[in-house]
């Protein structure tokens, strides 16, 4: 099992930036792929980004238009997402989730595929 612990969320204005942090913990070497997901009010949860535990290219949304990135770091057990630009609509409860399929070649933007999540941290954005 792994546990997934967010921090980083807070207010942002328009055009602003923040970075999200999400700290991994218990089976580690179990993991296959990182992911960044966020939720709106009302809405459905969505991909934002997501990279192999082991390297290779990350993936993102193609709304994201390059504002996002997202990096790992082995050493420390983290995956970070660093958000620019933030727009009004993006302000969201993010979420980060591990996918621990052994046998998926590629980041997968489906929620059906993660299966450890963390607990959320909120990103609000003001005009």
């Known amino acids: 099992q792994v546990q997934l612990v967010e921090s980083g969320g807070g207010l942002v204005q328009s055009g602003g930036s923040l970075r999200l942090s999400c700290a991994a913990s218990g089976s580690i070497l179990s993991i296959n792929v990182m992911g960044w997901f966020r939720q709106a009010p009302g809405k459905e949860r969505e991909f934002v980004a997501g990279i192999r535990w082991s390297g290779g290219s990350p993936a993102y949304a193609d709304s994201l238009k390059g504002r996002f990135t997202i990096s790992r770091d082995n050493a420390k057990n983290t995956v970070d997402l660093q958000m620019n630009s933030l727009k009004l609509e993006e302000a969201a409860v993010y979420y980060c989730?591990?996918?621990?399929?052994?046998?998926?070649?590629?980041?997968?933007?489906?929620?059906?595929?993660?299966?450890?999540w963390g607990q959320g941290t909120r990103v609000t954005v003001s005009s």
């Open positions: 989730a591990a996918d621990l399929a052994p046998d998926r070649a590629a980041v997968s933007a489906a929620n059906y595929a993660y299966d450890s």
